[in-house]
């Protein structure tokens, strides 16, 4: 079955830096790639999203990125506000799975 | 209005009890699932319900049983609690089965004393 693995598991950045979350993935039938954010006692909340005929996505600060041969994709955030602090979780799916695999979850905290 | 909606919120309950705890959704999604998320933030799926059919059980023990009387109901009742079962459980809907985005309920979190 699938399995997605994810680094780092704990991240800080000063604000206004950037910050990256990289994610690798197993099943090669996989071909949607959701990434969430959980605020601290909050459910998690799509943020954004690829699939596998893409290679590149982006919206405004958040971009991701997806490398189908080596199963990997990464997550991006430019310029860093106190509001992104939260746990973000990669995640890989398919139709015929029917069930999203999520990472381990990266801890991300912004310094002021 | 909210879109996946469990309840209770808290749960707090001994050893040895049986609980349940509800799920909703009016998004019209055909897929709900039952995920655990445990004191390292793990989010583990349990089950996949797809139009009431059972889709996928993550080898999860026999004590929790999950019912979905429609698809818009996914509910999940839990025999013999355990110590270890203390988490925060997440009901989710998607609109098809696995490559769409999940959308979850706010969580319970059960505590077993």
């Known amino acids: 079955g699938e399995n997605v693995e994810q680094h780092p598991s704990t991240l800080s950045v000063q604000e206004g830096d950037s910050a990256v979350i990289k994610c690798t993935y197993s099943?090669?039938?996989?071909?949607?790639f959701p990434w969430y954010k959980q605020e601290l006692g909050k459910r998690p909340q799509l943020i954004i999203d690829?699939?596998?005929?893409?290679g590149e996505k982006k919206d405004q600060r958040i971009a991701v990125t997806l490398n189908k041969t080596a199963k990997h994709f990464s997550l991006h955030i430019t310029e860093t506000q106190p509001e992104d602090s939260a746990v973000y979780f990669c995640?890989?799916?398919?139709?015929?799975?029917?069930?999203?695999?999520f990472g381990s979850g990266t801890r991300l905290s912004i310094r002021p | 209005d909210t879109a996946v909606s469990q309840t209770p919120k808290y749960l707090v309950t001994q050893m040895g009890n049986d609980k349940s705890i509800k799920c909703e959704q009016n998004?019209?999604?055909?897929?709900m699932y039952w995920y655990k998320q445990d004191s390292k933030k793990f989010l583990k799926i349990m089950f996949s319900?797809?139009?009431?059919?059972?889709?996928i059980n993550e080898t999860v023990p026999n004590r929790f049983s999950p019912k979905s009387p429609d698809k818009a109901h996914l509910n999940l009742h839990i025999n013999s609690l355990e110590l270890g079962d203390s988490a925060v459980y997440f009901c989710?809907?998607?609109?098809?089965?696995?490559?769409?985005?999940?959308?979850f309920g706010q969580g319970t979190r059960l505590t077993v004393v």
């Open positions: 099943d090669s039938a996989s071909n949607y």
């Open positions: 998004l019209g999604h055909d897929t």
């Open positions: 995640a890989a799916s398919s139709s015929s799975a029917s069930k999203i695999i």
């Open positions: 690829i699939r596998s005929n893409v």
């Open positions: 319900y797809n139009n009431k059919e059972l889709i």
């Open positions: 989710a809907s998607s609109q098809v089965s696995g490559d769409t985005e999940a959308f």
